[in-house]
């Protein structure tokens, strides 16, 4: 049983390991990112009060599960997959179940598999965040604007994200209005309402034109 309570543990420490990634990258590349787009000709920079606003809107994100349900889930989802696999090898080879929950916690602990995925999230959610940020510091700025997908020119990039292969994403639409990216509505490259498929290592990013 103690074993037991050691893989529920681990499982549960990297769930509290996520909100604070979560909620430290939203609430610094969010705001920063939605100062960069901010645009008004008669002030040098926005206002005290708007600061304020990308501060709770980017805590909102994070707090109301937005980005956490879908995302803390899906990584969730894969750990215990993982303990199930290892458990069942474990098992194959003629260990106890206390043997083999101690194979999981050890290979956890001593194969950084927590810093890796850690690494992982922190890009995908670093590129989310600072363009959810850019996209709503774009929507309060003093002048209208419009916005476009810029995809990354490499060998990397999704075909449906791919800009030189869909030229429709290249082109500035109302910042209202979704990009239509593999059948799926969003405003903006990691947009947490796409499916995982869709967002995790992403690496496109949201342009801008003053209209």
Same mark, same amino acid.
């Given at each position: 049983m103690r074993k037991g309570n050691d893989v529920a543990r #681990?499982? $549960?420490?990297?769930?509290?390991?996520?909100? !604070?990634?979560?909620?430290?990258?939203?609430?610094?590349?969010? #705001?920063?990112?939605? !100062?960069?787009?901010? !645009?008004? /000709?008669?002030? $040098?920079?926005a206002p005290d009060n708007l600061?304020?606003?990308?501060?709770?809107?980017?805590?909102?994100? #994070?707090?109301?599960? =937005?980005?956490?349900?879908?995302?803390? #889930?899906?990584?969730?989802?894969?750990?215990?997959?993982?303990?199930?696999?290892?458990?069942?090898?474990a098992l194959s080879e003629g260990l106890s179940t206390d043997q083999a =929950?101690? $194979?999981?916690?050890?290979?956890?602990? !001593?194969?950084?598999i927590a810093l890796h995925r850690a690494e992982r999230i922190a890009r995908t959610e670093t590129i989310s965040a600072s363009n959810a940020g850019g996209h709503q510091g774009a929507i309060d700025s003093a002048l209208t604007m419009q916005h476009f997908w810029i995809a990354s020119f490499d060998g990397r990039v999704r075909d449906?994200?791919?800009?030189?292969?869909?030229?429709?994403?290249?082109?500035?639409? /109302?910042m209202s209005q979704s990009f239509i990216v593999d059948g799926e509505a969003l405003l903006y490259p990691g947009d947490p309402s796409g499916s995982a498929a869709n967002v995790i290592n992403c690496r496109c990013v949201e342009g801008f034109v003053t209209i």
């Open positions: #681990v499982i $549960k420490a990297e769930e509290d390991q996520l909100v !604070e990634l979560y909620d430290l990258i939203y609430g610094t590349v969010y #705001v920063a990112f939605a !100062e960069t787009r901010y !645009e008004d /000709p008669l002030a $040098k920079q600061l304020e606003k990308w501060l709770l809107a980017a805590r909102e994100l #994070v707090q109301t599960r =937005a980005v956490l349900d879908k995302r803390i #889930v899906g990584v969730l989802d894969s750990t215990i997959a993982w303990v199930n696999d290892i458990t069942a090898e =929950a101690k $194979k999981i916690v050890e290979q956890w602990t !001593e194969g950084d449906a994200h791919d800009t030189a292969t869909n030229p429709g994403l290249l082109t500035p639409i /109302p």
